[in-house]
């Protein structure tokens, strides 16, 4: 199974990002999937996440700013990321609960680099 994250990029305060994460390989079914973002000298971070059936956690930092979508049929999670802040720059990984055909375990994407300049 691989997670393949993109939409990453440069955009100024106030601007718009949209990042997709697209899992390929034996899939039977994706579970919980989520955003995480690790910007220098910090720990990595709960962005978003969501559950199967399209329940939504935000972390505090970006409620009201960030949305977290599926598309169960494409394998694909998108976080649409609108009002973005400097504190927002860092490199967003995608997290994926990854059911296949005798177990389940949790898979990474590469990152993608979001920087956000005042």
């Known amino acids: 199974v691989q997670l393949q994250a993109s939409g990453g990029g440069v955009v100024q305060a106030g601007g718009s990002l949209r990042l997709s994460c697209a899992a390929s390989?034996?899939?039977?079914?994706?579970?919980?999937a989520g955003w995480y973002r690790q910007a220098p000298g910090n720990q990595r971070e709960l962005v978003a996440s969501i559950t199967r059936d399209g329940n939504p956690n935000y972390a505090d930092s970006v409620k009201d700013r960030f949305s977290i979508s599926r598309d169960n049929a494409k394998n694909t999670v998108y976080l649409q990321m609108n009002s973005l802040k400097p504190e927002d720059t860092a490199v967003y990984y995608c997290?994926?609960?990854?059911?296949?055909?005798?177990?389940?375990?949790?898979?990474w994407g590469q990152g993608t680099q979001v920087t956000v300049s005042s």
């Open positions: 997290n994926a609960n990854v059911r296949q055909l005798f177990s389940r375990k949790d898979y």
């Open positions: 390989g034996s899939i039977s079914s994706i579970n919980t």
